[in-house]
């Protein structure tokens, strides 16, 4: 049996049982895209991401992942769109140049990667219109707000009225990633259902977040303080959820977080399915 993603006539989702009825091996695991940041190691260049994000799609998805250089116009798009069953956009040291929702200067020091956000920004819209799952986090999930429209507070904790979101850097890894809040999940939206619980506490490594949420985004998730913590789209023909947290984090120690992955995989399988 294939755990499918469905869109229903009020624009709503859920998930529901079918048979695996078309070709697709019971062992072929879906080829799921992971997008890459840009870094100087010494003299070369270097594209790259976190093991930590590969090990989710792995082990939380049970997929086959496929790193996606940040080539901006020099990928490929639409060869990749047609060989993958999904996309994750990860987390990243970079923040989104404001420049594409039309903030203000970043503050000095800020870390920026160009050749990301050429690469991310036209594919994150190109592949929810195609009907490619999609899954974002933190980075991710601040490009996919910038993408519908939306704008992001750059630096949370000069703004005033919101939690401290930032993590210690001087705290051990495994501490950083620990449960850091609360999230209240919205009734009977698709974190929700996917989930199958009211609230979750999550890890909090991020200094920018939501400002103006995005055209055609849903809250699925927010902090004590008011801040989105996780987005679906609306009217996306397949499964398109954006999260500010970790749950690649250690994700099979972590139901909640293992719930996500397992229902992005869901959504990939489904799709290799109908294109098998």
Known sequence: MLLLYEKLNNNEFM????????????????????????????????HIVGEKY???IVDGADGLPLLIPALGERLA?????????????????????PHHYQGPASAEGTRHDPKRDATTLPLIKTAIDRGIPVLCI?????????VFGGSLHQRLHEVGGYIEHRENKEQPVAVQY????????????LLQRIAG?????????????????GAGLRAEATAAD?????????DSPAFALGVQW?????VCDNPFYLSLFQAFGDACRARAARHS
């Open 15 to 46: 998930y529901v049982i079918h048979y695996r009825l078309q070709t697709m091996s019971s062992t072929q695991k879906p080829l799921i895209g992971i997008t890459c940041c840009t870094d100087q190691l010494g003299l070369h260049p270097f």
């Open 54 to 56: 590969i090990l989710g």
């Open 77 to 97: 798009t639409d060869q990749l769109l047609d060989t993958v069953d999904g996309l994750m956009f990860t987390g990243s040291p970079s923040n989104v140049e």
């Open 138 to 146: 933190c980075r991710g999930f601040q490009e996919m707000n910038v």
């Open 178 to 189: 620990g449960p850091a809040h609360e999230v209240k999940l919205e009734p009977g939206g």
């Open 197 to 213: 619980r009211n609230s979750a506490q999550v890890n909090s490594l991020h200094t920018q977040g939501v400002d103006r949420l």
């Open 226 to 234: 008011g801040l989105i913590e996780a987005f679906s789209v609306v």
């Open 246 to 250: 970790h749950p690649e984090w250690q």
